[in-house]
Structures are given as structure tokens and as C-alpha cells.
């Protein structure tokens, strides 16, 4: 009733066949684009489709599939493991996007000002994200390792106790997290750098006259201005911090190490595809990660209000 | 608002389009058995899975079946998965991994069965054990072995004769005869030496102590016995490994694992004949100072290879020439020689490739250690699901090794944990 109400009322009689004509004349431009959507299909949407049904089937991965319903959600309900993991990927977004963002955020506003070296810098705080992952999660497995690590052998030289990292559930997530931080750090600076520069000089001018110090000018103008671009970075952290995978699976393995605590939610879904050669299961799993980018993105977007008060 | 019913409609266009994609193509793909153009052989392996020479050999001897070799680098299992269920471009023989093999008996119909094409002759040829875990439940033989992985005890001679233990492998192996024998040389060698505990990881341990015995976690009714004596055997060794304080949690591999081997802080290995090839890339000052003596308590297996012939092959019996001349125990021989592929055929042991006295070790003959080895691993019957029952005992001895579990805790939690998976799968 209340739908029909407020549709909206357009000369329905004017519209509709001028509209169906034109697509039909328009039919060059379709083609044009129709290579992006043929492999969108192919490679983007086929995948998400047979994952989303594979959820509801059993299938070791070569002999025939059979439905069983939502028997693949009722076990992860109950399984502690897929729990463990959920919680884990939750603590390691949070204490990698955190520390990743805030230094980001510092660096840009660093760099907005430095005056020499800029391009240096811009590249150098780059490198870490197009470095490749395996090979720099090898290295931070041995920054981090035990008897002849980095971190320890200065905790030693310092006289301070060393740390069993790589075999602690909590020296797991931190290494996990600082290599994290590491990487996507540089890459949110440069975006927030680009933000910065799109400041009109004139707001800071203002505030200087009006005799503002630096800090208010942070967080009364800068801040504010930066919001669509804090929301953008806040986002695509988190998407990629909610698919945390290479990381842990070379420094810990892939059972995620001491009391799995290493253990992501994609990782569990990859030990049980090709490790337990149970596909439906596995798809499961990777339906309750989608589930939960979309959850935290939309928690995201209210928090940072993105729609509309901008 | 918009943004999810915009998601709410491409979820259910995906939907719509996905099952009926995958409805099509699924009915396509099963009992694919497309047989391979004749003539030709396809041969599937991963790097370094066949000797090079012989390799090379074996394409030469057959010049009719113009065998076309493809080395499968990354996820092995996967992509023979992956090209299965595309139905096209089966290889006629294909390596499968001793650790996949379990997973893929279920699956024998895809696979030629050796004997009903007169693999009977030669399988005598091969280890028993091993053969065994190629075979079905009901008797078919998808696989012929090309190497095995006899495990041994690698510990540095100077480490050992400077903490008060024997340095003489034969000694060694009279003196280390049981894991409780190997804990308390441990405590011995600890008091003049802490800094090299004789378990190089509790956990690696526990795993080599289940691998000697003939039950697993599930036995052939497909009942879950992981609650059972022989592992907790394993476990309360282990255990008590760490309580005693002669584990050096060093994870296999690590660049602690790399660094203690050659500076003797991980003094011992217990591991199958293939990890000569890591310690010896670890080793740069330790060279000649390695020996090899028997696993403490009995040999076991880790690791190990087979070939097996597809359905789709053109000409199995063909297939069979190849691979028997392939896995002769003269080519098992030089594959040895050529990339450390340990032989599955015991007539392999006298070859001369495998009686060379090995520098690393100190001119020690390795083969004397791991060929009586070889004969004498215990046949354990392997479950599909053996591997994904395993998990959370090893997981429950980490948190017992850093610490934050009482054993007994663990255990229940560990079983619990099993149990669960298990009973995902239809296990009992």
C-alpha cells in the first residue's frame, strides 16, 4: 500500500517506449563496454555464485556433490575453531588498523609540511606495500624469532627479558600485526597525503589570523576536511584486514600456531578446503567472512557518517 | 539504504546465474573418463619429484609413447583436483603426494587399479608398508611407491661426546634405545650444556612417536580411537619433554630452527632421510660433525611419494612399462643419487649409489642406518580424515609447551576438539 503510494509518479504514458527504443539504439555502446561485465562474470560473479552454493552442499573436492542444506552453517554455530578464528581476525584488525592508520595520519601531515626530499620520502614509505608478501613475512618470522631474532637480540643488548614471540598467542598477533602495520601503513599515508593537498591554504590562513596552534588547526580543520578520505582508508582496511591470510600462514603455519591464535578466519577456511578436503564447509566459512566485511563496513559507515553529511 | 538492496539484488542475480552454471557443468564433469589421444603420455610430477637423469633416461627408452613430461610447481594436489573435475588434460601418470594419497582412496575409481593390469609381478618389489597405503579397503592399488621417508635421529657428534653422551652412531643407537632413554640423555647433556636441549620441538616429537605406531586416529570401522592409549602414549611423551625442559621449541625450518643446527643449539633431528638435504644447506661450520643413528623406540615414516595411471590414460598398460622401468630399483638408485630420493625398493640398498660413504656425516654410511629402517616401518592404516584429526593434538601440545594448559586440560580439549571434526565427517 505505502509502496505504491510513494513510487514515484512519472507520465508513465512519455517514458517508456522512448526509453526502450534508445537501449536498443545505444547497442554499439554496450558492446564497447561489454568486455568489462563478460569477465566480471567469468571471474567475479561465477566464483561468488558456486561459493554461495557450495555452502550448502557436502564435496571433498573430486567426487560428487550432495545438498545438505544449512547442515555446513549448523556445524559452524557449534565449531569453537571457526569462533577462535573469527575473534582472532577481529583482534588482529584492530590492533593492525589502529596503530596503521594514526601513523599514517602523522606521517602525511609530516610530509604535508617537509619542504626537502619529498618524492624520497613519498617512495619510501610506499616500498613496504608493493614488497612481496612471502618474502617479507619470512623476514619479520626471523625479526621475531627466538634465539637469534632482532627484537630479541636488542631486548638482550638492553638487558631486558626476551620474549618467546613466535610461540605466545599474544607475541603471535603482535608480530602478526606490526608486519601489518609495516605494510599498509605508507600506502594509507600517500592517500591521506592526497587529501591533505586538496585542503584549500586558505582555512589555515584563517586559522592562523585568528590565532589557532597547530593542534586545533589538526583537529578543527584538518580532521574534518580529511573525513572522506579517513572513511575511504577506514575501508579498505578493512576489508583487507578481515581477509588477513599471508601473513600468519608463513610466520606460524598453517595452523595458526600456539593455541592457534595466528588463526584467521581465511586461513580456516583454506586448512579446510585443501587440508580436510571439505569444499562445502569451506564455503561456509567464506560466506560468514563476507558476511562480516559487509557487517563492519556498514558499522564503519554509520560511525564515520559517510552518506550524506558531507 | 540503497547500497543493500543494491547488494540484495546482485546477491540473488549471482545466485540465480550460479546455480544454474554450476548445475550444468557439475553434470558434465562427474565419471569423466574421456579417454587420452594414443600415443602420447602425459606425465604430471612436482619439482624435484624424479630424479633428473632418470627422467631423462626413462623419455629416451620410450621413444613410441612420446611421454611428455610436466613438472607442477606450487599446490601440487590441487591443481590434479582442479584438472580432474575440468575433465580435460588428465595426465595419464601422475605423481601424488604420500600425504594426499590417504585423501585420494576414496576417490580410486579415477584411477586405474594396478593389479587388474598385471602390477602384481613387481609390487613384491616394493616396501609392503608402503604399497599399503596405496591400497584401498577393498584391495585395489592405485599407486606404485617411488620413495619413502625412513625417519632417523641426525645429531651432532661434538655436542653429544662434549655433554658426557656417546658419540659412536652405534653407540648412540644402544644407549638411546627408547624415548625415555633419549629424555634422560637429555637431562645428562643439559647439565654441562643448557644450551642445547636434546628435543629440537616437543611437538615435531609427538608427532614421530604416533607415526611408529600401527594405529592412528581412525580405524577401519571409521571409528575415532584418537582417545586412545597409543596416542596419549604420544602425547605424555611429549609432554614430558617439556617438563623435564630439554624441548627447544624451536619450530622446524625457522631461522632459529636454521641457525641452531649449525651452532649446535639444536643438537638432535628426528626426521625422515629427505631432511639430510635441509640440515645440510643449514650447515656451514658443522660440516662433518653430523651422524645419523636409529630413531629412538623404531623407525617411521614420514613423507614419501607415489605414480599412479588415470582412468583417462589411453594405453594403461603402456603406462605401466614406463613406470615400472621408471621405479627399477637401478633408476630408484640413481634418483638418489641425483636429488636424495630415497629408494622404495629395498633391492635399491646395495646399489653403490647408496653405499657412499657420506662426508656431511662424518664418512658415516647413512643406508646402514635408514635401510634396516625402511624394512622395518609398522603398517598404520591412514584415514582420509586422519590428518584433520591430528590438528588439535599438536594444537593442544603448543599451549602446553608455551605454558598456558596443564596437560590434562589440553588433552580433554584436544579430544573434545577431534572428536567434533570427526563427527562433521561421519566419523563415529
Known amino acids: 500500500m505505502t509502496l505504491t503510494a510513494t513510487a514515484p509518479s512519472r507520465p508513465a504514458g512519455t517514458t517508456k517506449p522512448r526509453r526502450r527504443r534508445s537501449i536498443r539504439s545505444y547497442w554499439r555502446f554496450y558492446l564497447a563496454l561489454s568486455p568489462f561485465y563478460v569477465i566480471f562474470i567469468v571471474f567475479g560473479l561465477y566464483p561468488v555464485a558456486s561459493t554461495i552454493l557450495l555452502a550448502f552442499q557436502k564435496w571433498d573436492g573430486l567426487g560428487p556433490r550432495t545438498m545438505v542444506g544449512f547442515q555446513n552453517f549448523r556445524f559452524l554455530a557449534e565449531d569453537s575453531t571457526f569462533w577462535l578464528a573469527l575473534w582472532n581476525t577481529v583482534v588482529l584488525f584492530v590492533m593492525s588498523t589502529v596503530p596503521t592508520l594514526v601513523i599514517a595520519m602523522a606521517l602525511a601531515v609530516m610530509l604535508h609540511s617537509a619542504v626537502r626530499f619529498k618524492g624520497v620520502y613519498r617512495i619510501a614509505y610506499f616500498i613496504p606495500n608493493i614488497t612481496s608478501l612471502v618474502a617479507a613475512a619470512i623476514f619479520f618470522a626471523a625479526v621475531f624469532s627466538t634465539n637469534f631474532g632482532l627484537i630479541n637480540s636488542i631486548l638482550r643488548s638492553l638487558g631486558l627479558p626476551t620474549e618467546d614471540w613466535l610461540r605466545q598467542p599474544w607475541g603471535i598477533k603482535i608480530a602478526i600485526s606490526t608486519m601489518i602495520v609495516w605494510q599498509w601503513a605508507g600506502y594509507n599515508t600517500i592517500i591521506y597525503l592526497a587529501g591533505l593537498q586538496a585542503i584549500p591554504t586558505e582555512q589555515y590562513e584563517a586559522a592562523k589570523v585568528d590565532g589557532a596552534g597547530p593542534f586545533r588547526t589538526f583537529f578543527l580543520i584538518t580532521l574534518p576536511q580529511l573525513r572522506p578520505v579517513v572513511l575511504f582508508t577506514v575501508i579498505m582496511s578493512t576489508i583487507g584486514g578481515l581477509q588477513t591470510f599471508t601473513e600468519p600462514q608463513v610466520m606460524v603455519g598453517n595452523t595458526g600456531g600456539t593455541g592457534q591464535s595466528g588463526m584467521t578466519v581465511v586461513m580456516y577456511f583454506y586448512q579446510q578446503a585443501f587440508f580436510a578436503n571439505d569444499y562445502g564447509y569451506a564455503g561456509a566459512i567464506a560466506l560468514s567472512i563476507f558476511m562480516l566485511v559487509l557487517l563492519f563496513t556498514a558499522i564503519n559507515w554509520k560511525l564515520l557518517g559517510g552518506r550524506g553529511r558531507q | ?428
Open chain 2, 1 to 428: 539504504m540503497e547500497l543493500s538492496r543494491r547488494t540484495l539484488l546482485a546477491g540473488g542475480f549471482a545466485a540465480m546465474l550460479g546455480s544454474t552454471v554450476v548445475g550444468c557443468s557439475s553434470s558434465i564433469n562427474t565419471g569423466s573418463t574421456k579417454k587420452n589421444a594414443t600415443g602420447n603420455i602425459a606425465l604430471w610430477c612436482w619439482p624435484g619429484g624424479l630424479g633428473k637423469s632418470v627422467l631423462d633416461d626413462t623419455i629416451a627408452h620410450f621413444p613410441d609413447q612420446h611421454i611428455k613430461y610436466s613438472e607442477v610447481g606450487g599446490d601440487f594436489k590441487q591443481k590434479l583436483l582442479t584438472t580432474f573435475n575440468g575433465g580435460t588434460s588428465i595426465p595419464d601418470i601422475t605423481g601424488v603426494k604420500g600425504e594426499d594419497i590417504a585423501s585420494l582412496l576414496p576417490q580410486a575409481d579415477r584411477f586405474v587399479d594396478l593389479k587388474t593390469i598385471g602390477a602384481d609381478s613387481i609390487l613384491g618389489d616394493y616396501l609392503e608398508w608402503k604399497v599399503k597405503q596405496a591400497t584401498t579397503l577393498d584391495g585395489k592399488v592405485i599407486g606404485i611407491p617411488i620413495d619413502i621417508g625412513p625417519t632417523a635421529l641426525f645429531y651432532r657428534e661434538d655436542v653429544f661426546t662434549a655433554g658426557g653422551l656417546p658419540g659412536d652412531p652405534a653407540k648412540v643407537a644402544e644407549q638411546l634405545k627408547t624415548w625415555d632413554d633419549f629424555l634422560a640423555a637429555g637431562v645428562e647433556l643439559k647439565k654441562s650444556n643448557p644450551k642445547a636441549p636434546i628435543v629440537a620441538d616437543a611437538t615435531d616429537l609427538y608427532g614421530t612417536i604416533v607415526n611408529q605406531g600401527t594405529a592412528r586416529y581412525i580405524d577401519k570401522d571409521n571409528k575415532f580411537i584418537g582417545d586412545q592409549d597409543h596416542i596419549r602414549r604420544a602425547w605424555d611423551i611429549a609432554v614430558k619433554a617439556v617438563t623435564l625442559k630439554v624441548d627447544g621449541k624451536v619450530l622446524g625450518g625457522s631461522a632459529d630452527w636454521n641457525a641452531g643446527l649449525d651452532q649446535g643449539t639444536v643438537p638432535t633431528i628426528v626426521g625422515a632421510a629427505w631432511v639430510a638435504l635441509d640440515i645440510k644447506s643449514a650447515c656451514k661450520t658443522s660440516v662433518g660433525k653430523w651422524r645419523v643413528a636409529a630413531t629412538p623406540s623404531g623407525p617411521a615414516n614420514f613423507g614419501g611419494s607415489f605414480l599412479t595411471i588415470t582412468k583417462n590414460a589411453a594405453d594403461p598398460a603402456a603406462a605401466l612399462e614406463v613406470i615400472k622401468y621408471m621405479l627399477s630399483p637401478d633408476n630408484q638408485a640413481k634418483a638418489f643419487a641425483d636429488a636424495q630420493i630415497f629408494p622404495s625398493a629395498p633391492a635399491a640398498y646395495d646399489k653403490p649409489q647408496l653405499k657412499a660413504a657420506d662426508p656431511f656425516f662424518g664418512g658415516q654410511v647413512p643406508i646402514e642406518v635408514f635401510g634396516p629402517a625402511a624394512k622395518a616401518i609398522p603398517i598404520a592404516y591412514e584415514a582420509p580424515l586422519d590428518s584433520a584429526l591430528a590438528t588439535p593434538f599438536t594444537d593442544g601440545l603448543k599451549l602446553v609447551q608455551a605454558g598456558k594448559k596443564t596437560s590434562d586440560a589440553a588433552w580433554a580439549e584436544a579430544v573434545s576438539k577431534a572428536k567434533q571434526i570427526g563427527k562433521r565427517q561421519g566419523v563415529q
